[in-house]
Each structure stands twice: as C-alpha cells, then as structure tokens.
C-alpha cells in the first residue's frame, strides 16, 4: 500500500471492534502506557493512518494488540495495514538461528546489544508483541546437547568441567537474591554482561553430552531471571524476547520443567500488561508441558497461576478448582530451597489473594493477603512492598482507610530500597487512591511521606 493511499484494513478492523478513532487512540495510549511509554495518540492521529501515514515501530504493534483484546482475536501487525514495509524495517532483536548453535547466537548477541547503552535505548523502546506471545508446543527432541555433545561446541579451548556448572547455579542464586532484595533494575546491567560474556563462552566450550545440558539449564535459568529483572525495570518487550530465549535454551537442555515455568513466567507477563486471555493461554500451555509427573513444588507454582487466569475469565469452579490442587501439592512438596526449585508459602497465599479478588471475594482475598504480607521476609523488600500494596489496596475497596494507610507505611519502608516499575506503578496507586481522603488525618501522613519519594530512572 502506497504511503498515501487509504487504509481499507485498518478501517475493517475498527468496524469490527466497533471502534472510533479516538477510542482506538485512547486504547493505544493505554497499551503503551503499561509499557512505560508515553503516548498522546489522538483521533486526528488514527485519521491519518486511515489515510495511508505509517506510525514509526512501535505504534503498530500496539495498534494490533489493542484490536486484539478488543476483537477477542489475534489481530497481527500486518492486517492493520501499518506494518512498514520489509525493506524498511528495523528489527533491533537478532532472530534464531536454525541450528542448534542458533539459540546460543540469539543469547550472546541480545545480550551484547542490552549491554550497549546506545543499543539498549533501541531495544527497551520497543513494544511487548501479542503476535509473538503464543505458547511453543514442547517437541521431544533430542536436546543440542545430547545430539552434538563435545562436538557440538564450536570454540577450541579448555573443556568445562563440573565447577562451571556450580558456578551458573551459584550465579542464579545470587541474582534472584538481588532482585528479590532490590527489585529488577538493581543489578540488571550485570546479569546482561555475564550472560554476554561468561555465560557463552561456557556454551560454546568443549563438554560431555550430560555436562553440557547442565550448561544450558544454566544458562536457561539466568536468562529467565533476566527476563524477569527485565520486565520489572519496565522494558517488556526486552523481557519478552528474553522470555522467548529462554524457552529456546531450555529446549536445547530437554528441560520440560524449566521450560513450563518459562511459560509460566510469561502468563505472568500477559497478565500484567492487561491481556488476559492471551496470559491464559499461555498458563494452560505450561500446566500441560509439565505434565502430571513433575515435582509437586512445580505443579503448585503453574497451577496457581492457572487458578488466576480462570478466575479473570469468570470461570469460578475451575479457579477453585486449581486453587485446591495448588494447596495439597504444595502441602506436600518436599524439594530442596531455590528460585526454580521450591513455591514459598507466601506466593502461594497471595497468589490466593489475586484470585479471590478476581472473583470479586474481596474479604477472604484480603484475609489471604494479609497472611502473605506477614510471611515476607523483611529484608526480601520487592516481594513485601508489593505484597502490603496491594493489601493496601484491597482494604481501601473495603473502606478500611486507616488499615490501608497502615500498610501503605510499610509498603513506604521498603520503596526506597527498590528499582521496580512494579513498586513505581504501586507508588502512583497509593497517589491517587488516597487523593480523595487527604484531609483525613491517617492519608494525609501516607500522602507526605510520598511527596518526600521521587521517581528513580531504571539501573539497567
């Protein structure tokens, strides 16, 4: 389509929404704004594109996602007629390879991009894809590892040993630790260099077959934590792509676990940014990947988050249903303590809480938060400032504004210890709920203590 010619697709697409321009552009300002971009899209602006202008990336994958969710379909880039054409597409994210080797080229040069600061403005810029959020079916296939082995790694040198399989669990440790700690953007920028550096090299180096899937599960875990760190600094494409790498890795490992809880980790992700069913999908997918034989820490951890996504699409019996499930494989879990390894009863709990406010349970949803929030380790400041925020806002539905204020205060203990745009997009809640009661006397003192907290840019 000429650059100036109408746009006949796009127009199809807003009829069957039954949309206007201005609502489109208002859904678009929306979707970009719980990506941490900030739109100011009008009807004027949609009218253009409906005459032929183009939007620059990433508008018209926002526009594609926002009459997605509201068609209750997949709606890809191309069908809104603003794709920009093949020739002049910019794709900042480097493609898998169809080798093997592939999953581990995308990792090193992803990577080696995040950790340019003139590259990562590119990259953070971008927009989450709904066209790209479809689960991969798990295939069987033997693993890199096993089909290659030694042979396989594509760099001379000293073989890996044992140790250096440790040392990625160890690393893994250490990191999930920081976030959990400080929040995703405290420590991101050095989890991306030794994935780019260290990390690779040990993927390309000489190992045994069973050695070097230990390698990959590794290297699968750190870049699921840094799609993690990444989607809670604000960058969730970057954390999409990660995701997706992630997924590839485990693969390459025949890690059917580690990759339903990738799956998980994306719902996660979906759920987040507003697309529901899209996040249920992808729950659904990671409870059928694992299968009924994985380890009960592990079938608790998917199945709660399955129990969510039933209850957003109002479908209580089978919420419940999951909730249940969850709670006797977790009261018989007996793995070992680790970030992939074990489902803390807090999760659990407030995992609880979500659904049963889903459902619209608001008083034994506050029960259910309030026993996470008191489980958090004080020192764990991510996992309690947003636990206590969204206590807080539950209470506040309820009109218990004095108890809400209460855990506010807690929740103000702990911002300032974090870079999250999680504990930001909390920070802004507590903003404008207490706004109406700021001559009562509990949400004023909330409300000053606040003023007193700025905004800190991510630490990428």
């Known amino acids: 389509m000429a650059r100036h010619q109408p746009n006949p697709h796009l127009a199809a697409l807003l009829n069957e929404a039954h949309w206007s321009p201005g609502e489109l552009a208002r859904a678009v300002n929306e979707l970009g704004a719980a990506q941490g971009l900030q739109l100011r899209y009008d009807r004027t602006s949609v009218a253009h594109w409906l005459t032929g202008s183009r939007p620059r990336p990433p508008i018209p994958v926002l526009v594609a996602s926002a009459l997605s969710r509201r068609s209750g379909r997949l709606v890809t880039e191309e069908e809104t007629g603003l794709a920009q054409p093949q020739q002049d597409a910019v794709d900042p994210f480097p493609a898998d390879g169809p080798e093997p080797g592939g999953v581990m080229d995308r990792l090193t040069a992803l990577a080696r991009a995040d950790a340019d600061p003139t590259r990562r403005a590119l990259l953070a810029g971008s927009a989450y894809d709904l066209a790209a959020a479809t689960a991969p079916a798990w295939s069987p296939v033997p693993s890199a590892a096993a089909r290659y082995g030694a042979a396989g790694s594509r760099a001379a040198g000293p073989r890996a040993a044992s140790g250096d399989v440790q040392r990625l669990l160890w690393m893994v440790h250490v990191f999930a630790d920081l976030m959990e700690r400080h929040g995703g953007a405290h420590a991101r920028s050095a989890l991306t260099a030794y994935l780019a550096e ?105 199945l709660s988050q399955r129990a969510l996504t039933h209850a957003h699409a109002r ?77 807080a806002d539950t209470l506040l539905t309820m009109g218990h504004l004095e108890e809400s ?45 606040a003023r007193g907290l700025a905004f800190l840019p991510p630490n990428p």
């Open 198 to 302: 260290d990390t690779s090299r040990l993927l390309a180096a000489p190992a045994r077959p069973a050695l070097r899937r230990d390698l990959f599960t590794g290297a699968a875990q750190l870049t699921h934590l840094l799609a993690r760190m990444s989607m809670d600094a604000g960058y969730p494409s970057l954390a999409q792509h990660y995701f997706g790498t992630a997924l590839g890795l485990a693969h390459e490992a025949g890690d059917r676990r580690l990759f339903a809880i990738t799956l998980r980790a994306m719902s996660l992700q979906a759920m987040f940014l507003g697309f529901h069913e899209h996040a249920r999908g992808l729950a659904e997918a990671a409870v059928d990947t694992a299968g009924p034989r994985t380890d009960r820490a592990t079938r608790a951890f998917l």
């Open 405 to 449: 204020c209460t855990h506010w205060h807690v929740f103000l203990d702990h911002y300032p210890s974090l870079r999250s745009a999680a504990a930001d997009q909390a920070l802004r809640r507590l903003r404008g709920s207490l706004r109406g009661f700021r001559h009562q006397p509990h949400a004023a003192a909330v409300l000053h203590r």
């Open 315 to 391: 479908q209580r019996h089978r919420a419940m249903s999951d909730l249940s499930a969850a709670e006797t494989h977790h009261d018989r879990a007996t793995g070992p303590p680790g970030p992939f390894t074990s489902y803390p009863r807090a999760g659990l709990d407030y995992q609880r809480g979500r659904t049963l406010l889903a459902l619209g349970d608001t008083a034994p949803a506050a029960q259910a938060l309030t026993v996470a929030a008191e489980a958090r380790r004080e020192d764990r400041h991510r996992s309690s400032a947003l636990s206590r925020a969204r206590l």
